[in-house]
């Protein structure tokens, strides 16, 4: 069955880096875009962006360009999102989220907390 | 970037049927349609329709969804205690190039 599996939870200083992973299974790794999600406490759903997991095509959110970036290990089936220069807004569930035509297949989610 | 517009809460008895809505512009949800996401506090996300009204399987026929013009519905009959939840939509921006959601409605059964 199609998995994508995410571990732990993160907690990082202001000005810090993180590097989130998604690792996916029972499916075609390579015929799948894979998305980033993420979701404040208590707040909404918000895009960050993806990455086409067979050719490595990338494209961000405009909110995280120059912040965010997206990778994948083809030989691990796995899908990374690294947010740069954290701040306290940035603490949230990062999901990742397969995609054709919609996200349908999420991992459970990994918590970063930002603060000093 | 600009979302997608939702209620933020309906409410309905158990049983009855409710309708969320969803309203954007013709480079989203006039696009190429909207998908619906169920999300119970504390777990990911769940989808249950998308481009318009395409369930994936094992999703319930007791929800439905559809599109007018730039706004979205999804509809839930025989309301059930578990179907209370978050409810978002969303939608590729073609103008945007970018995925865009809802802000969420909450849907309380009574």
């Known amino acids: 069955q199609v998995q994508l599996e995410q571990f732990g939870a993160e907690v990082k200083k202001p000005g810090a880096s993180v590097k989130v992973s998604c690792q996916t299974s029972?499916?075609?790794?390579?015929?799948?875009?894979i998305h980033w999600v993420r979701q404040a406490p208590g707040q909404g759903l918000e895009w960050m962006g993806w990455?086409?997991?067979?050719?490595?095509?990338?494209r961000y959110s405009q909110k995280f360009q120059g912040r965010v970036t997206i990778t994948r290990d083809t030989s691990a089936n796995t899908v990374y999102m690294e947010l740069d220069s954290l701040r306290s807004e940035d603490t949230a569930v990062y999901y990742c989220?397969?995609?054709?035509?919609?996200?349908?297949?999420w991992g459970q989610g990994t918590l970063v907390t930002v603060s000093s | 970037q600009a979302g997608l517009t939702q209620p933020p809460s309906v409410s309905k008895g158990l049983r009855q049927t409710a309708t969320l809505t969803c309203t954007g512009n013709s480079t989203n949800v006039g696009y190429q349609g909207t998908a619906w996401l169920q999300q119970h506090q504390g777990h990911p996300p769940k989808l249950l329709s998308y481009?318009?009204?395409n369930r994936p399987s094992g999703i319930s026929e007791r929800f439905s969804a559809s599109r007018s013009g730039n706004t979205a519905s999804l509809t839930i009959t025989g309301l059930q205690p578990e179907d209370e939840a978050d409810y978002y939509c969303s939608a590729w921006d073609n103008s945007l190039t970018a995925w865009v959601f809802g802000a969420g409605t909450k849907l309380t059964v009574l």
């Open positions: 481009r318009n009204n």
């Open positions: 989220a397969r995609e054709v035509n919609a996200f349908d297949y």
């Open positions: 990455i086409d997991a067979g050719n490595g095509y990338r």
């Open positions: 029972g499916y075609t790794f390579t015929a799948y875009n």
